[in-house]
């Protein structure tokens, strides 16, 4: 949310005790946040910290296209899609130099079908709207450009009913 100033009054000021600041505006630009600042007439800015990568060895899951592997790697924040030849280099055009975050954490498989990769990720299902089911996993399957890694677009799938069976109905 964007806050103004309209006409030389200030809308929806914020003061922020024991810092100084009274906020008349905010705006965030990729990991950087910047403050509107009423009482020095001023705009301050401020990084947001990014979390450290951490990129294992550990392989969960792997497909190919007939000519390259597709190597799905345990990795913090979020996993990783390596693009590997069949002579085991990384093919860098593919993401950065070889490699692509996947949208979301927890990859549990990978597939490539129609000139797309469908990566598949697994993680609780939030409560509400489904609340005292038990513990349910939600699926959710990102489509991936096989040159880029760039998501295309996701869907998700069933919320399984107890036992794992999918829900459907009609």
């Not at 990729?30 to 509107?36: H, K």
């Not at 597709?70 to 030849?85: G, R």
């Not at 794992?164 to 009609?170: A, L, N, Q, R, S």
Request: some cysteine.
């Amino acid at each position: 949310k964007t806050y103004s100033v309209n006409g030389g009054s200030a809308q929806d000021t914020y003061n922020l005790p024991g810092v100084g600041l009274q906020v008349s505006g905010i705006a965030a630009i990729g990991q950087v946040v910047y403050l509107a600042d009423a009482a020095s007439n001023s705009v301050k800015k401020a990084a947001i910290p990014v979390p450290t990568t951490v990129i294992t060895q550990e392989p969960k899951a792997m497909t190919d296209d007939g000519t390259d592997l597709y190597i799905v790697v345990e990795a913090s924040p979020l996993d990783y899609i390596m693009k590997v030849n069949s002579a085991g280099e990384f093919v860098t055009a593919f993401g950065d130099n070889g490699a692509v975050t996947v949208p979301a954490d927890g990859v549990e498989g990978l597939e490539f079908f129609n000139d797309n990769l469908y990566a598949l990720i697994m993680g609780p299902d939030p409560c509400p709207p489904e609340c005292g089911m038990g513990s349910q996993a939600k699926g959710v399957v990102y489509k991936l450009d096989k040159d880029t890694g760039a998501e295309i677009s996701n869907f998700n799938l069933p919320t399984p009913c107890m036992g794992g069976i999918p829900c459907y109905k009609g």
